[in-house]
């Protein structure tokens, strides 16, 4: 499971060459407080800054860091760093650290997101005022957004937009051929969004129907958690409105106007047949923040399991129909100091999740019965979790730390000091070599 950069940038520019070149990145040598077996995979970690490759024996970072982003399998990374009036975009092997292409592109810019197949980025110039882009639901005002979409391998030069319209990157369909965006409306006073796609070879603009072709939907909502899901080519975003008066003149997705509840909601975008879709999700749930819940699709692609720390709760939905079948009432300590994080063992038949600092517990729960079969205690204050492939250890990161944990007895193997900027949201070991050919 690979899950989406939680912070996002918007805007940008383009134009240029192309070259490549190979180089190797300078890596940590942090030696591990406790050895780990020969094997130590690598581990792909996301943060709320950008995504980075870590070396399983020593916690050494091989490749990336803050602007760095992931091809949603995690397979490849790219960084953009910038030169006076340039931005170099690398290509990054995350096993190796090797420097594998580069292309140059002018103006500076940031990396937003890169295609399923990694031959495709968007890249976005930060507004004026925003150094460091537009945190992801909470948009800066403008009028207009140039985005630039290039091909990482120079095939192709570097397409330049110029949308009216307040616009943030989402992702790309899984055939290269348009570019999802997040609309912001209004554009210079956000208060709603709909989902949009840009046609990379006319330039046009569309709205994104429903799933059934229904007229596409205006809502507000700050984004919580998000996930890329490889077996369905959907992307879950797990959304809470805001309150009161954020909203109230818009006509909320499901017809008629009301003053907008607090309400928390499953955002679907398929990026195969270009369809979104916004999924209910118990009322009992609504009003959670980002720290509270977390979100994780089953290996099979079968179900999403939606995790509520706060009120013990967790719904399963089904991915073909979009409802919650299942609900259960679980105790999972509190995320009142803490993320809530979420993984599923690749059989599917356990859920770990972990939340609370005080201390930070790890609870197993049955996907059967969304029962509780056992809690361990953590050694460090929880922010992410990831399984090994084989389903025989659990990642937990946090605390500038990553900790393997034995899934029979929950002691911890292995922890490995790492110099990730904080939260690491997201853990997972990569296969011994690339998937993608």
């Known amino acids: 499971m690979r899950s989406s950069r939680l912070a996002s940038v918007v805007t940008a520019l383009v134009l240029a060459a192309c070259t490549s070149g190979t180089s190797t990145d300078t890596a940590s040598d942090r030696p591990a407080t406790k050895d780990v077996l020969p094997s130590a995979p690598v581990l792909l970690a996301t943060t709320e800054d950008g995504d980075a490759a870590i070396d399983g024996a020593s916690g050494a970072l091989l490749a990336g860091g803050p602007g760095t982003v992931a091809t ?11 030169t006076e009036d340039d931005t170099v975009v690398t290509t990054l092997d995350p096993r190796s650290g090797l420097t594998t292409g580069s292309i140059h592109l002018h103006g500076g810019l940031e990396l937003a997101v890169a295609s399923v197949s990694g031959r495709a980025l968007a890249l976005v110039q930060p507004p004026p005022g925003s ?47 348009r570019l999802f965006l997040i609309q912001y409306l209004p554009a210079e006073a956000p208060a709603v969004y709909r989902v949009t796609a840009l046609d990379l070879a006319t330039g046009e603009v569309r709205p994104v129907t429903g799933r059934f072709k229904t007229p596409p939907e205006r809502m507000p909502g700050v984004r919580l958690g998000q996930v890329y899901d490889p077996v369905t080519s959907q992307m879950y975003t797990l959304y809470s409105n805001q309150p009161g008066a954020y909203a109230e003149s818009y006509e909320h997705a499901g017809g008629g106007s009301h003053a907008w509840a607090e309400e928390t909601f499953v955002h679907v975008l398929n ?54 079948t299942r609900t259960g009432r ?31 517990t790890v609870s197993v729960v049955s996907t059967e019965g969304l029962e509780l079969t056992d809690r361990w205690p953590s050694t460090v204050p929880v922010s992410g979790l990831g399984m090994a492939l084989d389903g025989s250890a659990l990642y937990a990161a946090g605390g500038g730390r990553i900790v393997s944990v034995d899934i029979e007895t929950g002691e911890a193997r292995s922890t490995l000091p790492t110099p990730v900027l904080e939260p690491i949201v997201d853990v997972d070991p990569l296969p011994a070599t690339g998937l993608a050919g």
């Open 72 to 82: 949603p399998d995690g397979d490849t990374l790219f960084r953009a760093t910038l």
């Open 131 to 177: 150094p460091g882009g537009s945190l992801a639901g909470l948009p800066v005002p403008r009028a207009w957004t140039p985005i630039v979409v290039a091909d990482p391998g120079g095939g192709t030069s570097p397409a330049r937009f110029r949308l009216e319209g307040n616009y943030e990157p989402e992702a790309f369909s899984v055939d290269d051929g």
């Open 271 to 324: 990026l195969r047949k270009g369809w979104a879709y916004c999924a209910g999700v118990p009322k009992e749930m609504w009003g959670g923040t980002a720290r509270e819940q977390a979100i994780a699709p089953s290996p099979d692609g079968r179900w999403l399991y939606i995790v509520d720390a706060r009120h013990g709760m967790i719904a399963v939905m089904d991915t073909r129909s979009l409802k919650v």
């Open 330 to 360: 679980v105790d999972l300590g509190t995320s009142t100091h803490a993320r809530t994080a979420v993984t599923v063992s690749p059989d599917g038949a356990t859920l770990f999740v972990a939340s609370g600092t005080e201390p930070a």
